[in-house]
């Protein structure tokens, strides 16, 4: 099991009760199983508001901080006979290794959350979770039943998310250290995708060399779905199937990364399946390398979040015109959107605990400024639909995306995925090296 400290954990629950109401309490719940099929049922990864107040990894786990800011945690208890079957639990030994105040029998959450609540000036939870929404309003009602006998259910409901989005946003030094080091299991996978691909292999098969270095090197998960996407499949931004076989010519798209401690890695390289790239697309890849550059150029404190995407937008647009696969005026373009035939997606996504991780990109309308600590993507991309008659045909079905991994600081970015090569030569010399 990767966590950060026990310090980390308690101290962000500290910081949720310093920003809300004297008298407020705060719940959450961990999540649950979910079937796959029949009686199989996905391995479980826990709700990522809840990781990241807890470092808690079980399902059916709850937290309620008190009033008092007393931590909480409800989980299933030990129990030999069902251990036997379905694994190992903390049970009460939770309190040492994870740092909570109380460790309780999940079978006692509605008697102590009842106690908890009562005379709560607020109870603040995450509204995205219908069944502790039904939860909460369950304990409210009850409580408001007793009001006879002395109860006082709190009137005041808030939501959770807010508050945690914008503490996960940004990222201590613990966290910048462990997604590093995720970064880095996946750059070696990538590096040996790319020494590995052989024109006549399945796309299911190259996505294999990455599965085996990412738990090889440490990491039990992927962060979301491998895209592994040769030729024309690369013009579809999330192709999954990885079913096709790679062919001599294609390029191939690769969009992967693992997960460590919860926490996300997300990378996309694209190369020649043969080493070689053709000159429509080496032309086409320069194109969103230089975007990729003109991007990383506003990655800067104080910068606005979406100077980085109209950065990218400008060199794509621009390249396509000489290219000749858009025909008019730069700012007529832009302003047109035209573009998006090409490019429609944004340059980049926070990351964290989620792969496309939580936070505002505006503050009151306009585009927030970065700040030392944000952690985000980088990726411009085009993508030339093999029906698109409106350019030659030495354009169709070729898909470029080109993405690292970056974290903003006072010195500028600092790139986590760094030691995974971009520039063409780097990249052929790669795959036809092996």
């Known amino acids: 099991m990767t966590k950060l400290s026990n310090t980390r954990y308690q101290s962000r629950r500290a910081q949720v009760m310093a920003t809300l109401p004297k008298g407020a309490v705060v719940v959450l719940r961990a999540g649950s199983l979910c079937t796959r099929n029949s009686d199989c049922e996905y391995e479980f990864r826990p709700n990522s508001h809840f990781f990241y107040l807890t470092g808690f990894p079980e399902s059916d786990a709850c937290l309620i901080i008190g009033a008092d800011g007393v931590s909480h945690l409800f989980s299933l208890p030990k129990d030999i006979e069902k251990e036997q079957w379905e694994g190992f639990r903390y049970g009460d030994n939770a309190t040492d290794v994870f740092g909570f105040d109380k460790v309780h029998p999940l079978a006692h959450l509605d008697t102590v959350a009842l106690s908890l609540l009562d005379g709560a000036s607020a109870v603040v939870f995450p509204f995205e979770d219908a069944l502790l929404n039904e939860k909460v309003m369950s304990w409210r009602s009850t409580l408001s039943k007793r009001a006879r006998a002395g109860a006082i259910a709190p009137t005041v409901i808030r939501d959770l998310v807010p508050i945690l989005s914008e503490m996960r946003l940004i990222k201590d030094d613990e966290e910048i250290a462990l997604m590093e080091k995720a970064a880095q299991i996946s750059v070696q996978a990538h590096r040996a ?242």
């Not at 998006?340 to 991780?357: E, I, S």
């Not at 030339?384 to 080109?402: E, L, P």
């Not at 760094?418 to 092996?434: A, D, F, R």
């Open 193 to 434: 995708a790319m020494q590995n691909v052989k024109p006549t292999m399945m796309e299911y098969q190259l996505e294999a060399e990455l599965n085996y270095h990412f738990m090889k090197s440490g990491s039990r998960h992927l962060a979301y779905n491998n895209i592994v996407a040769s030729g024309v499949n690369a013009c579809t931004l999330h192709y999954i199937n990885n079913q096709d076989e790679i062919r001599d010519g294609d390029l191939v798209l690769i969009d992967a990364g693992c997960e460590l401690g919860c926490y996300a890695s997300d990378i996309t390289r694209t190369f020649p399946a043969n080493g070689r790239f053709s000159e429509p697309q080496a032309a086409l890849y320069q194109v969103v390398l230089d975007a990729y550059y003109a991007g990383f150029a506003k990655l800067n404190v104080g910068e606005a979040y979406e100077s980085c995407h109209n950065a990218a937008v400008e060199t794509i647009t621009a390249g396509l015109i000489k290219l000749g696969l858009l025909k008019g005026e730069l700012k007529t373009l832009i302003e047109s959107k035209a573009y998006r035939a090409f490019y429609m997606h944004n340059t980049g996504h926070w990351l964290g605990l989620d792969v496309h991780d939580v936070g505002a990109y505006k503050i009151d309308g306009e585009s927030r400024p970065l700040k030392a600590g944000m952690t985000l993507t980088l990726e411009p991309g085009i993508y030339v639909s093999k029906d698109n008659m409106d350019v030659a045909a030495k354009w169709r079905g070729i898909g470029i995306r080109i993405e690292d991994d970056i974290v903003i600081t006072e010195q500028g970015p600092y790139v986590l995925t760094h030691g995974l090569p971009k520039e063409i030569s780097e990249i052929e010399s790669l795959v036809t090296t092996g």
